[in-house]
């Protein structure tokens, strides 16, 4: 079940980088989960990784290879997250870094492992070996479509984004993949999004770049509350294009960042529409705060209550559950009467209590709809912050209660 039909867009390929798709047989036969990414020679790469405090091997294992040599292959594995298995994760991490190393014949610190699937057991590392040399097989500049396959998990469908612009009188292109599902609220980045652009950046500016747009994008979502123990956004730029964003007017320089921002902000909604059991895609818009944390709070607040999410799979105008949150949301000094809440475009709350104007057949309305805006308008600042989220349906509960089955 997914919200609209989003179908899976025009993947422009990107000069410099190649990805290559198999199936190793790790959790079901004949299913692709296993994905080999090469970047050129030259090509650099940042990233952001989860925050959770039992994060994966890989991930640790990631960030260490990530800062000591320029990084010339990723391995994605699914059906495994390879997270809480100690040191024997780590040692088997190590192990497909060292298999993809001498298959590509470079040092296997210039190799990032990523994994996604059940926590807790062993990675099939045997079963991941055996498969690597037929990915490395597929490496192709086109292989965006089979990958965005390649690593999803509970996932209905694949998510890719893809956009080329003119800068100095050049094409040049940023391409992109992600999955996720459930298990969604990141504290960096989604479980797993990889972006790639042919422009020239430096490892520094590539890194600000990241981390700015994984906060406009992948921080601002969540489907139940949970950071993964596996999330990871990496962007890589391959320098192909030969165009150098430092040396760009300041014009284009924000042309580049604006078009890479709609790429992050695409892939993260397109997970938001891909949230396990969900029916709704909800925005939640929170206006006139006094800073970004207190707007966040009350975003949060509101899109992760069980009450407001089940209200909304139930398509019930139940709208004092939404004043309930905002109440809870722990924000000091708090002037209830000063705050107007929206349904779309019609008022709901004002005042300290329901609207004059409000009717619950235009709330009815706005329910019914598969596509929601919730808008708060705090009124005691200047400041403004949105997230994207999903309902809370019987489906949600049958995918999680049944995913080691």
Known sequence: MAVGKDPFPEMYPVPGFRLGTTCAGIKKPGRKDLVVMELAEGAVIAGVFTKNAFCAAPVQLAKAHIVSEKTRYLV??????????????????????????????????????????????????????????????????????????????????????????TLAGKIVTITGISKGSGMIKPNMATMLAYVATDAVLEQPMLQALVNDVVDGSFNRITVDGDTSTNDCAMLMASGASEVKIAELSVEEQAKFKSALLDVFVSLAQQIIRDGEGATKFVTVDVVGGIDSPECLAVAYAVAE?????????????????ILAAIGRAGIPDLNVDAIQVYLNDVLIAECGGRASSYTEARGQAVMDQEEINIRIYLNRGNVDEKIWTTDLSHDYIKINAEYRT
């Open 76 to 165: 994605t594995n699914t059906g495994n997250a390879n997270a809480g298995t100690g040191k024997s994760g780590i040692e088997n991490a190590r192990a497909v870094c060292q298999a993809m190393a001498s298959i590509a014949a470079v040092s296997a610190k210039k190799v990032l492992p990523f994994s996604t699937g059940v926590i807790g057991e062993p990675l099939p590392v045997d079963k991941i070996i055996a498969a690597l040399p037929a990915a490395f097989s597929e490496l192709s500049e086109s292989g965006w479509g089979e990958a965005s396959e390649g690593i999803l998990t509970t996932d209905t469908r694949p998510k890719g984004a893809s956009v080329q612009l």
């Open 305 to 321: 209550s069980p009450l407001v999410k089940t209200a909304l799979f139930a398509s019930d105008p139940n709208w004092g559950r």
